[in-house]
Protein backbone atom coordinates (compact mmCIF):
# COMPACT_ATOMS: atom_id res chain seq x y z
CA UNK A 1 0.00 0.00 0.00
CA UNK A 2 1.31 3.09 -0.93
CA UNK A 3 -0.29 5.99 1.29
CA UNK A 4 1.80 8.71 -0.07
CA UNK A 5 -0.02 8.10 -3.53
CA UNK A 6 -1.55 11.93 -4.52
CA UNK A 7 -3.70 11.36 -7.44
CA UNK A 8 -6.20 8.73 -9.09
CA UNK A 9 -5.44 7.14 -12.29
CA UNK A 10 -8.31 6.20 -13.00
CA UNK A 11 -12.26 6.46 -11.80
CA UNK A 12 -14.94 4.18 -12.67
CA UNK A 13 -18.43 4.41 -11.67
CA UNK A 14 -20.08 1.68 -9.87
CA UNK A 15 -22.85 2.14 -12.91
CA UNK A 16 -26.17 0.27 -12.88
CA UNK A 17 -26.40 -0.15 -16.10
CA UNK A 18 -23.49 -2.76 -15.67
CA UNK A 19 -24.88 -6.39 -15.10
CA UNK A 20 -25.08 -6.68 -11.48
CA UNK A 21 -22.07 -8.23 -9.84
CA UNK A 22 -21.42 -9.84 -6.16
CA UNK A 23 -18.55 -7.83 -3.99
CA UNK A 24 -15.11 -9.87 -4.24
CA UNK A 25 -13.94 -10.63 -1.33
CA UNK A 26 -10.93 -13.08 -0.30
CA UNK A 27 -11.50 -16.27 1.37
CA UNK A 28 -15.26 -15.39 1.30
CA UNK A 29 -16.97 -18.30 2.51
CA UNK A 30 -20.76 -18.20 3.41
CA UNK A 31 -20.38 -18.91 6.92
CA UNK A 32 -18.20 -15.74 7.46
CA UNK A 33 -19.49 -13.33 5.01
CA UNK A 34 -23.07 -13.87 4.31
CA UNK A 35 -25.04 -12.20 6.87
CA UNK A 36 -28.12 -14.44 6.28
CA UNK A 37 -26.21 -17.58 6.34
CA UNK A 38 -26.93 -17.06 10.55
CA UNK A 39 -23.74 -18.27 11.51
CA UNK A 40 -21.67 -17.32 14.30
CA UNK A 41 -18.19 -17.25 12.18
CA UNK A 42 -20.10 -14.39 10.65
CA UNK A 43 -17.31 -11.29 10.51
CA UNK A 44 -19.86 -8.85 11.63
CA UNK A 45 -21.86 -10.90 14.55
CA UNK A 46 -21.15 -9.10 17.26
CA UNK A 47 -22.58 -5.93 15.32
CA UNK A 48 -26.66 -5.18 14.76
CA UNK A 49 -27.18 -4.83 11.54
CA UNK A 50 -30.76 -4.25 11.03
CA UNK A 51 -30.62 -0.95 9.69
CA UNK A 52 -28.68 -2.35 6.55
CA UNK A 53 -31.25 -3.14 4.05
CA UNK A 54 -31.78 -3.94 0.38
CA UNK A 55 -35.17 -2.78 -1.59
CA UNK A 56 -37.06 -5.23 -3.94
CA UNK A 57 -34.51 -3.74 -7.09
CA UNK A 58 -31.79 -4.85 -4.89
CA UNK A 59 -30.83 -0.99 -3.76
CA UNK A 60 -29.18 0.09 -1.03
CA UNK A 61 -30.65 1.82 2.45
CA UNK A 62 -28.82 2.26 5.67
CA UNK A 63 -31.09 4.09 7.85
CA UNK A 64 -29.52 7.43 10.12
CA UNK A 65 -33.17 7.83 11.94
CA UNK A 66 -35.93 5.69 12.41
CA UNK A 67 -37.38 6.80 8.61
CA UNK A 68 -34.72 8.82 7.46
CA UNK A 69 -31.73 6.57 4.80
CA UNK A 70 -28.70 7.70 3.16
CA UNK A 71 -27.67 6.13 -0.67
CA UNK A 72 -26.18 6.54 -3.87
CA UNK A 73 -27.56 9.36 -5.92
CA UNK A 74 -26.42 7.12 -9.15
CA UNK A 75 -28.05 4.32 -7.45
CA UNK A 76 -30.73 4.98 -5.48
CA UNK A 77 -34.17 3.02 -4.94
CA UNK A 78 -37.04 4.52 -6.61
CA UNK A 79 -40.02 6.24 -4.92
CA UNK A 80 -42.70 3.40 -4.25
CA UNK A 81 -40.65 0.83 -4.34
CA UNK A 82 -40.64 -1.93 -0.68
CA UNK A 83 -38.23 -2.85 1.49
CA UNK A 84 -37.60 -5.54 3.88
CA UNK A 85 -35.58 -4.86 7.33
CA UNK A 86 -34.81 -7.54 9.52
CA UNK A 87 -33.97 -7.17 13.25
CA UNK A 88 -31.36 -9.93 13.40
CA UNK A 89 -29.48 -12.09 10.86
CA UNK A 90 -31.99 -14.97 11.25
CA UNK A 91 -33.50 -14.93 7.38
CA UNK A 92 -36.94 -16.39 8.79
CA UNK A 93 -36.85 -14.11 11.79
CA UNK A 94 -38.67 -10.62 12.42
CA UNK A 95 -38.53 -8.34 10.12
CA UNK A 96 -40.87 -5.40 9.26
CA UNK A 97 -41.67 -4.21 5.46
CA UNK A 98 -41.66 -0.52 4.49
CA UNK A 99 -41.92 1.50 1.00
CA UNK A 100 -39.74 4.24 0.42
CA UNK A 101 -41.28 7.83 -0.31
CA UNK A 102 -41.11 10.62 -3.34
CA UNK A 103 -39.26 13.14 -0.63
CA UNK A 104 -35.66 12.47 -1.35
CA UNK A 105 -32.35 14.91 -1.36
CA UNK A 106 -29.25 14.96 -3.29
CA UNK A 107 -26.84 16.46 -0.69
CA UNK A 108 -24.68 19.39 -3.36
CA UNK A 109 -23.35 18.02 -5.99
CA UNK A 110 -22.36 14.81 -4.34
CA UNK A 111 -23.44 11.53 -5.14
CA UNK A 112 -24.57 11.10 -1.25
CA UNK A 113 -28.81 11.03 -1.51
CA UNK A 114 -31.20 10.93 1.26
CA UNK A 115 -34.33 9.35 1.33
CA UNK A 116 -37.50 8.87 3.93
CA UNK A 117 -39.24 5.98 4.52
CA UNK A 118 -43.38 6.07 4.89
CA UNK A 119 -43.58 5.05 8.11
CA UNK A 120 -40.48 5.16 10.85
CA UNK A 121 -38.71 1.77 11.76
CA UNK A 122 -39.86 0.08 15.74
CA UNK A 123 -37.45 -0.41 18.47
CA UNK A 124 -36.23 -3.40 17.22
CA UNK A 125 -34.29 -2.04 14.48
CA UNK A 126 -30.90 0.71 14.46
CA UNK A 127 -30.22 3.41 13.11
CA UNK A 128 -26.41 4.33 12.75
CA UNK A 129 -24.41 7.32 13.61
CA UNK A 130 -22.45 8.93 11.01
CA UNK A 131 -18.68 10.78 10.35
CA UNK A 132 -18.80 14.41 11.73
CA UNK A 133 -15.21 14.88 11.22
CA UNK A 134 -14.17 17.29 8.52
CA UNK A 135 -11.29 16.13 6.42
CA UNK A 136 -9.71 18.96 3.60
CA UNK A 137 -6.64 16.94 1.99
CA UNK A 138 -5.03 13.44 2.40
CA UNK A 139 -1.20 14.86 3.85
CA UNK A 140 -0.53 17.22 6.87
CA UNK A 141 -1.73 18.88 9.50
CA UNK A 142 -5.55 19.79 11.13
CA UNK A 143 -8.31 18.47 8.55
CA UNK A 144 -5.63 16.37 6.97
CA UNK A 145 -6.84 12.69 6.13
CA UNK A 146 -3.50 11.67 7.67
CA UNK A 147 -4.64 13.33 11.18
CA UNK A 148 -8.15 11.43 10.93
CA UNK A 149 -9.39 8.70 13.64
CA UNK A 150 -9.92 6.72 10.32
CA UNK A 151 -6.74 6.62 8.66
CA UNK A 152 -5.81 3.08 9.10
CA UNK A 153 -9.06 2.15 10.29
CA UNK A 154 -10.53 -1.36 9.73
CA UNK A 155 -13.84 -0.81 8.49
CA UNK A 156 -16.83 -3.07 7.44
CA UNK A 157 -17.59 -3.10 3.41
CA UNK A 158 -20.92 -4.07 2.39
CA UNK A 159 -22.15 -5.54 -1.40
CA UNK A 160 -23.84 -7.98 -2.93
CA UNK A 161 -23.86 -11.21 -1.93
CA UNK A 162 -22.11 -14.39 -4.59
CA UNK A 163 -24.16 -16.68 -3.21
CA UNK A 164 -27.69 -17.05 -4.05
CA UNK A 165 -30.44 -15.51 -1.84
CA UNK A 166 -33.26 -13.58 -2.54
CA UNK A 167 -33.34 -9.99 -3.06
CA UNK A 168 -33.16 -8.67 0.28
CA UNK A 169 -31.23 -11.55 2.00
CA UNK A 170 -28.25 -10.76 -1.12
CA UNK A 171 -26.13 -8.74 1.69
CA UNK A 172 -22.58 -9.80 1.68
CA UNK A 173 -20.12 -7.94 4.30
CA UNK A 174 -15.72 -8.05 3.79
CA UNK A 175 -13.37 -5.89 5.50
CA UNK A 176 -10.46 -3.46 4.55
CA UNK A 177 -8.39 -0.45 5.63
CA UNK A 178 -9.41 3.23 5.56
CA UNK A 179 -6.16 4.83 3.73
CA UNK A 180 -6.56 7.85 1.89
CA UNK A 181 -8.54 11.21 0.85
CA UNK A 182 -9.22 12.80 -2.20
CA UNK A 183 -11.17 15.80 -2.35
CA UNK A 184 -13.43 17.14 -5.59
CA UNK A 185 -13.69 13.34 -7.08
CA UNK A 186 -16.23 13.32 -10.27
CA UNK A 187 -17.75 10.38 -10.89
CA UNK A 188 -21.40 9.49 -12.41
CA UNK A 189 -21.49 13.12 -13.16
CA UNK A 190 -21.31 13.59 -9.06
CA UNK A 191 -18.30 15.67 -7.52
CA UNK A 192 -17.71 15.12 -4.34
CA UNK A 193 -15.23 13.89 -1.69
CA UNK A 194 -13.88 10.54 -1.17
CA UNK A 195 -12.21 8.25 1.26
CA UNK A 196 -10.41 5.35 -0.09
CA UNK A 197 -10.15 1.73 1.14
CA UNK A 198 -7.39 -0.28 -1.06
CA UNK A 199 -7.59 -3.37 -2.37
CA UNK A 200 -4.55 -4.67 -0.53
CA UNK A 201 -3.19 -8.90 -1.64
CA UNK A 202 -1.95 -11.03 0.99
CA UNK A 203 1.92 -10.25 1.60
CA UNK A 204 0.84 -6.06 1.83
CA UNK A 205 1.62 -4.53 5.58
CA UNK A 206 -2.48 -3.66 5.58
CA UNK A 207 -3.93 -7.00 4.23
CA UNK A 208 -7.54 -7.84 5.79
CA UNK A 209 -8.44 -11.49 5.75
CA UNK A 210 -11.93 -10.87 4.36
CA UNK A 211 -10.22 -7.74 1.46
CA UNK A 212 -12.95 -6.87 -0.55
CA UNK A 213 -13.37 -5.54 -4.17
CA UNK A 214 -16.48 -3.42 -4.56
CA UNK A 215 -18.49 -4.32 -8.02
CA UNK A 216 -21.23 -2.81 -9.73
CA UNK A 217 -24.26 -3.31 -7.89
CA UNK A 218 -22.53 -2.07 -4.60
CA UNK A 219 -23.11 1.35 -4.79
CA UNK A 220 -25.00 2.91 -2.09
CA UNK A 221 -23.64 0.39 0.63
CA UNK A 222 -22.20 1.94 3.24
CA UNK A 223 -18.21 1.35 4.45
CA UNK A 224 -18.28 1.59 8.70
CA UNK A 225 -16.17 1.81 11.12
CA UNK A 226 -16.28 0.63 14.70
CA UNK A 227 -15.70 3.74 16.55
CA UNK A 228 -16.16 2.16 20.19
CA UNK A 229 -18.55 0.12 22.50
CA UNK A 230 -19.25 -2.18 19.88
CA UNK A 231 -21.15 0.49 17.87
CA UNK A 232 -20.88 1.05 14.07
CA UNK A 233 -20.58 4.42 12.20
CA UNK A 234 -21.05 5.49 8.59
CA UNK A 235 -17.78 7.07 7.23
CA UNK A 236 -18.50 6.19 3.77
CA UNK A 237 -20.98 5.44 1.28
CA UNK A 238 -19.89 3.19 -2.05
CA UNK A 239 -19.34 5.31 -5.21
CA UNK A 240 -16.90 4.08 -7.38
CA UNK A 241 -13.80 1.72 -8.06
CA UNK A 242 -10.81 2.57 -9.74
CA UNK A 243 -6.71 2.58 -9.17
CA UNK A 244 -4.03 4.83 -7.64
CA UNK A 245 -0.29 4.60 -7.80
CA UNK A 246 -0.94 0.79 -9.05
CA UNK A 247 -3.11 0.14 -6.60
CA UNK A 248 -6.96 -1.33 -6.91
CA UNK A 249 -9.10 0.95 -4.81
CA UNK A 250 -12.69 0.97 -3.45
CA UNK A 251 -13.74 5.03 -3.20
CA UNK A 252 -16.67 5.77 -1.03
CA UNK A 253 -18.79 9.64 -0.59
CA UNK A 254 -17.02 10.52 3.13
CA UNK A 255 -19.86 11.52 4.30
CA UNK A 256 -18.04 13.44 7.40
CA UNK A 257 -18.11 16.35 5.03
CA UNK A 258 -21.72 16.54 4.72
CA UNK A 259 -22.62 16.24 8.08
CA UNK A 260 -24.34 19.46 8.74
CA UNK A 261 -26.37 19.24 5.65
CA UNK A 262 -27.62 15.52 6.57
CA UNK A 263 -28.64 16.85 10.00
CA UNK A 264 -30.90 18.94 8.45
CA UNK A 265 -32.87 16.51 6.13
CA UNK A 266 -33.38 14.41 9.33
CA UNK A 267 -34.20 17.67 11.64
CA UNK A 268 -36.62 18.69 8.13
CA UNK A 269 -38.04 15.09 8.89
CA UNK A 270 -38.84 13.93 12.26
CA UNK A 271 -40.50 11.57 13.52
CA UNK A 272 -43.43 12.34 15.53
CA UNK A 273 -43.86 11.58 18.79
CA UNK A 274 -45.23 8.93 20.57
CA UNK A 275 -47.84 11.08 21.85
CA UNK A 276 -49.22 11.61 18.69
CA UNK A 277 -48.84 7.96 17.17
CA UNK A 278 -51.37 7.35 20.52
CA UNK A 279 -53.71 10.02 19.67
CA UNK A 280 -53.90 8.99 15.69
CA UNK A 281 -54.32 5.40 17.06
CA UNK A 282 -56.82 6.45 19.16
CA UNK A 283 -59.27 8.41 16.41
CA UNK A 284 -58.52 5.57 14.01
CA UNK A 285 -59.98 3.00 16.84
CA UNK A 286 -63.28 5.44 17.22
CA UNK A 287 -63.50 6.33 13.87
CA UNK A 288 -63.77 2.86 13.03
CA UNK A 289 -66.16 1.75 15.96
CA UNK A 290 -68.35 4.42 14.48
CA UNK A 291 -68.91 3.24 11.07
CA UNK A 292 -69.33 0.08 12.48
CA UNK A 293 -72.52 1.32 14.53
CA UNK A 294 -73.61 2.85 11.54
CA UNK A 295 -73.80 0.08 9.25
CA UNK A 296 -75.49 -2.05 11.86
CA UNK A 297 -77.87 0.75 12.29
CA UNK A 298 -78.36 0.65 8.66
CA UNK A 299 -79.35 -2.99 8.17
Not at 215 to 221: F, K, P
Not at 262 to 275: M, R, Y
Request: charged share 15%; with cysteine.
Amino acid sequence: MKVSRSALSTVICLCPSIIFGAINIDNFSSATNDRFANDAQFIADTYDLSGVALNESGRWLTMISENVFITAEHFAPAAGSSVTFYAANDPSGYSSNRSITSNFQQIGTSDLYLGTLNSPLDPNFTFYDFATEDITSALGGPGRFNSSRYNGADALLFGRSPTSFTVSQGIAVGANKVDNFFADVTASSNTGDAIISTVNVSGDANYLTYESALQSGDSGAPLMVDTGLGKLTIVGINWFIGTSGGDDINGHTYVGNYDAAIQSFIDANPVPEPTTYALLAGLLATMAISVKRRRSLSL
